[in-house]
């Protein structure tokens, strides 16, 4: 794992206020969340999207993410549950299986994107779905310092039908978004 991506790294990134995700980007996710199910988002920031998938789709949600900084926030300020976890390693204090898992703009910043993926398929549930949202093919490591790779459908596809018996590509702008069926 590089320097940028250790939870020093992103406590300060958080504390500061310089990380924001397109809203473009939220509302594609969003809307390819069905309603009433249990959500899983490794990387969750401060919970922005679980807060809104709980109060206007009434899933029942969990974040994950590197900064204890950003996970505290999530449950002081919006009510979200969620552990801190490094999702290089990947282990749940929780015991439980999930209907989605949402990886929004964390697989560019993993070591090793097929463990992570290996991992998070054993988290859903059968029939379960993964969204997963990373920038095409842009932001490679040299330009932000936190990644470690870059993607375009091709790669991405590649690293999902792995896992997957079915994708659906629902890039929008310079994101690929990507839902995946188990």
């Not at 900064?67 to 919006?78: F, M, N, Q, W, Y």
């Amino acid at each position: 794992m590089n320097n940028s991506n250790t939870t020093e790294y992103w406590n300060n990134s958080w504390i500061t206020g310089r990380k924001k995700f397109p809203k473009y980007t939220l509302k594609v996710i969003r809307d390819l969340v069905p309603e009433n199910s249990e959500v899983l988002e490794i990387g969750c920031g401060y919970g922005k999207l679980l807060k809104w998938l709980k109060d206007y789709k009434n899933c029942d949600v969990y974040g994950v993410d590197i900064s204890d900084v950003a996970i505290k926030a999530a449950k002081e300020r919006l009510g979200i549950e969620g552990e801190v976890c490094n999702a290089e390693n990947l282990v749940l204090k929780i015991d439980r299986k999930f209907d989605v898992v949402i990886a929004s703009h964390l697989l560019e910043h993993l070591d090793n994107d097929e463990e992570f993926i290996n991992k998070c398929v054993k988290l859903l549930k059968p029939k379960g779905v993964m969204i997963v949202a990373v920038p095409d093919n842009c932001s490679y490591p040299e330009e932000t310092g936190e990644h470690v790779r870059k993607y375009d459908e091709q790669s991405l596809t590649a690293l999902l039908v792995k896992y997957f018996y079915e994708l659906e590509n629902h890039s929008y702008k310079n994101h690929l978004i990507f839902r995946a069926k188990i």
